[in-house]
Structures are given as C-alpha cells and as structure tokens.
C-alpha cells in the first residue's frame, strides 16, 4: 500500500505565499519512493546567495543547500536529495521520498556578499 506524504512549503516572510524576494509552492505532496521537486522563483536579482531550509516536527531548523549562483548548491545533508539553481529558478529534489521526509521546507535568499 503506497503512502502518501506531504511537504510543506512556507516562506521565512509570510507562510504559504510568496516575498518580496521569492515564492514558492505552498505544499508537496508525494508518493514514497518517487522522485519529486519542491520549485523556488527568486523574484529579486539583487539576491545573490540561496538557501533550502528544513524544520521536522520536534526538531530545530536545519540548513540543507545554498547556492552562490547557477548549478547545484552546496550540499549540507547526506539524504538523497538535491538542489539545482537555473538563473531565478531554485529546485529542491528528492530521489525517493520516505516518511522521514515530511517536513516544511523554507526557501530563502540573501543579499549579503
């Protein structure tokens, strides 16, 4: 019996919409053992670094990528996940979904050199 799992999607600025500086989608859903992405528009090009944030229930925020610019963002997790970065789009993709997964997920950017 397959297992469905959703990943919510808020925004450090205001949950579940979108910033003056990026937008993302408001909530995943998915089947275990699928692949599936979690898409961030950066809506700012005054943002140079990007960020994929994530908080278990129980848990502290952790940090999971950040990108400086184009190509796959540095990676801070060992789960089989990753982050693609393409001029103002920020991917964050999972390989195959488990239950460990659910979560939310922030997307964030920075001005900051």
Do not use: H
Request: charged residues 15%; contains cysteine; aromatic residues 14%.
């Amino acid at each position: 019996m397959w297992q469905y799992l959703v990943l919510s999607a808020l925004l450090l600025w205001v949950p579940g919409m979108g910033s003056a500086y990026v937008e993302q989608q408001p909530f995943l859903t998915g089947a275990q053992e699928n692949p599936k992405t979690l898409q961030c528009t950066l809506k700012q090009t005054s943002c140079n670094w990007m960020y994929w944030y994530r908080r278990r229930e129980g848990r502290e925020l952790e940090g999971l990528f950040n990108s400086l610019g184009s190509g796959p963002g540095t990676n801070f997790t060992a789960e089989p996940m990753a982050a693609l970065r393409s001029n103002t789009k920020w991917d964050l993709t999972w390989r195959s979904l488990s239950l460990s997964d659910s979560a939310v997920y922030y997307c964030a950017c920075s001005t900051a050199q």
